[in-house]
């Protein structure tokens, strides 16, 4: 198993797993020619992946969707209200709906799909099962429901949005409308609820954890990171690895 952050931020956002039989992309923020390149950087070919899943329809999670799937001739997984959302992504020649709460089998994985509170169609979060344990994935959320926390239960791997640090949010440039929407019930996670969510997922199998969708004009790594080791310097269950998305470049790959 392998799992990286291939773009993290407002400006796109990917993800790569691999397993023992698969290589798939969840959401594609990236241009067909980014992406490739991005994946060559690990090892992979656009031509060798598999399928691409789409948790909402927001440009930075979606801007390349048509050419990324026509050039590696992908099938799509997303929710019809989701793809109704889209803005003229062109031709799909293979395209799965799903429907929010349910569970996708695809080659060696079993994909959850998970209602989450954001401002898009039928956004979803994702818990993806391989040979080697799950992935869970929970980024453009407002809040953490109670769903959203027992379906992330018993990951190995956990991709949990940190967006933004409250001072920097409430002191920073944004116009007042677009500080509320942020900082609302349909928008996307602090550092703190970020660090609240890792703690109440906590267990002794949990190895790695992203930090993603950090906001560049209302973060820092450092801040987001420190919020995280002050929920794991309290406990000795587990020492993950913590690994930050960016936006300029694929992160760390996480391996099993």
Same mark, same amino acid.
């Given at each position: ?103 996708? /089998? ?5 994909? /959850? ?144």
């Amino acid at each position: 198993m392998r799992v990286c952050l291939l773009a993290s931020g407002s400006k796109g956002n990917a993800i790569y797993i691999e397993s023992r039989e698969s290589r798939i992309l969840i959401d594609a923020g990236l241009s067909a020619r980014e992406m490739g390149a991005r994946l060559q950087g690990l090892g992979v070919a656009g031509e060798d992946l598999d399928a691409l899943f789409i948790s909402h329809e927001h440009t930075d999670h979606c801007r390349g969707l048509g050419p990324i799937c026509r050039r590696f001739r992908l099938p799509v997984f997303v929710h019809p209200q989701t793809w109704q959302a889209l803005r003229d992504p062109g031709k799909i020649d293979c395209l799965q709906e799903f429907d929010t709460g349910s569970a996708i /089998e695809f080659r060696d994985l079993r994909i /959850e799909t998970i209602p989450l509170t954001h401002d898009a169609a039928a956004p979803v979060g994702f818990v993806i099962e391989t040979a080697e344990g799950k992935i869970g994935i929970a980024t453009d959320l407002g809040i953490a429901t109670r769903l959203v926390t027992q379906r992330l239960q018993g990951c190995r791997v956990l991709v949990l949005e940190a967006n933004h640090d409250e001072a920097m949010l409430r002191d920073g440039p944004y116009p007042w409308p677009l500080k509320q929407r942020i900082r609302g019930n349909h928008g996307h996670l602090s550092n703190v609820a970020s660090a609240r969510l890792l703690d109440d997922l906590l267990w002794d199998g949990l190895e790695g954890v992203f930090l993603a969708h950090l906001s560049e004009v209302n973060n820092l790594p450092a801040l987001a990171v420190e919020q995280a080791r002050a929920v794991l310097g309290q406990q000795n269950r587990c020492q993950p690895q913590l690994i930050v998305g960016t936006q300029a470049h694929p992160s760390l790959c996480f391996t099993v």
